[in-house]
């Protein structure tokens, strides 16, 4: 999953990450949620 599929998750949910890099841990949880 590439970094403007993670911005327009986050995006919906209103939340800021231009200057957040997630890290395996986080990818798997966010795509653990879709």
Same mark, same amino acid.
Request: proline share 3%.
């Given at each position: 999953?590439?970094?403007?599929?993670?911005?327009?998750?986050?995006?919906?949910?209103?939340?800021?990450?231009?200057?957040?890099?997630? $890290?395996?841990?986080?990818?798997?949880?966010? $795509?653990?949620?879709?």
């Amino acid at each position: 999953m590439g970094q403007d599929a993670i911005k327009a998750i986050f995006g919906v949910n209103g939340l800021m990450v231009s200057d957040w890099l997630p $890290t395996d841990q986080d990818i798997a949880a966010i $795509t653990a949620a879709l």
